[in-house]
């Protein structure tokens, strides 16, 4: 984490990214670095979001194209449990994509919205605002933790 952090807003973009794929990363400890190295808040706000949504993006566009094989091989996604997500996306649509950053849940969510055909520009902003929440609350704490030392 700390090399990704060594390369700045790119490095924060690009563990946000992965972050939000397959690839387990913590782009929380690399924009907490940043913060921590008096990078200016917003832009790297707007950095790790932007990266974490485009990766939750990528994960709603293989739901929609909707190739089991690939996403049972890669992402261990089981066709079973996106089903269990119906029920929620029949009542909540593309408002649920708020929560695609939740950890474990956040690829399911993405891909079952996707898979199921929820309005994409719903998506898109909820999905984005929630990303922003998350980093905003986290950037907080980073805050925080720095001001007691």
Known sequence: MESLAEWGYLGLFISSFLAATIIPLSSELVLSILLANNYDLF????????????GGISSFILGRLGNWNFLEKYFRVKKENIYKWKVNIDRWGGMLAF????PIFGDPIAIALGFFRTNP???I?????GKLVRYFIWALFTYWGISLF
Do not use: D, E, Q, R
């Open 43 to 54: 832009a790297s706000l707007m950095v790790a979001s932007l990266g974490n949504w485009l």
């Open 99 to 102: 929560f695609c950053w939740l």
């Open 121 to 123: 520009y719903t998506v």
């Open 125 to 129: 902003i909820y999905m984005f605002l």
